[in-house]
T-cell receptor
């Protein structure tokens, strides 16, 4: 069973700052890592994914994956109050061919004006 | 317009009763899932279906039974409800079961068992 740990549990940053969120997973064979954003009362929404070691940038989001250290991070540049939400890290591998991403507990991000 | 419709949004039930949570997706996906989110716990995988066939079941209890009457429907029947079943239940879908595929979630059904 894949284990996914996220840190910090909560993060408060001023508007315009960089927000950095961390996620560690238990299995280096994990195939893909996704970051989801969840606003109160809503379902998670996919933000960005990474499948290979290294980094990937999309707009204000950058994700870094280091399989050797079983670590992935999400960085949000120029954070906005609208970025305030819970961010979920999801990791998947397919032992036996079934796709069932495992989620962490999330990081609650608050961006204050 | 929401592409994954979950009904009802809120549900209150008494211990021992039975409820059905409805999920319909209009994304044309062939894979559908149920996840549960309880307070202080991560999203927990329950079931996955592909082309209306059960692919994986991670629930320990037979009280939870998914039902797929159409390829874009995956309902969840819960019998003999217990207070511990109180949670938000999310339906999700994707294009097949490959690791590159994005999960799309509904808004959830918040179940409270008294």
């Amino acid at each position: 069973q894949e284990k996914v740990q996220q840190s910090p549990e909560s993060l408060i940053v001023p508007e315009g700052a960089m927000s950095s969120l961390n996620c560690t997973f238990s299995n280096s064979a994990s195939q893909s890592i996704w970051w989801y954003q969840q606003h109160p009362g809503k379902g998670p929404e996919a933000l960005i994914s990474i499948f290979s070691n290294g980094n990937k940038k999309e707009g204000r989001l950058t994700v870094y994956l280091n399989r050797a250290s079983l670590h992935v991070s999400l960085h949000i540049r120029d954070s906005q109050p609208s970025d305030s939400a819970v961010y979920l890290c999801a990791v998947s591998m397919i032992p036996g061919g079934n796709y069932k991403p495992t989620f962490g507990k999330g990081t609650s991000l608050v961006v204050h004006p | 317009d929401p592409k994954i419709i979950q009904k009802p949004k809120y549900l209150v039930a008494v211990t021992g009763s039975e409820k059905i949570l409805i999920c319909e997706q209009y994304l044309g996906h062939n894979a559908m899932y149920w996840y549960r989110q309880s307070a202080k716990k991560p999203l927990e995988f329950m079931f996955s279906y592909s082309y209306q066939k059960l692919m994986d079941n991670q629930t320990a209890s037979s009280r939870f039974q998914p039902q797929s009457s159409k390829k874009n429907h995956l309902d969840l029947q819960i019998t003999a409800l217990k207070p511990d079943d109180s949670a938000t239940y999310f339906c999700a879908s994707s294009w097949g079961g490959a690791v590159q595929n994005t999960l799309y979630f509904g808004a959830g059904t918040r179940l409270s068992v008294l």
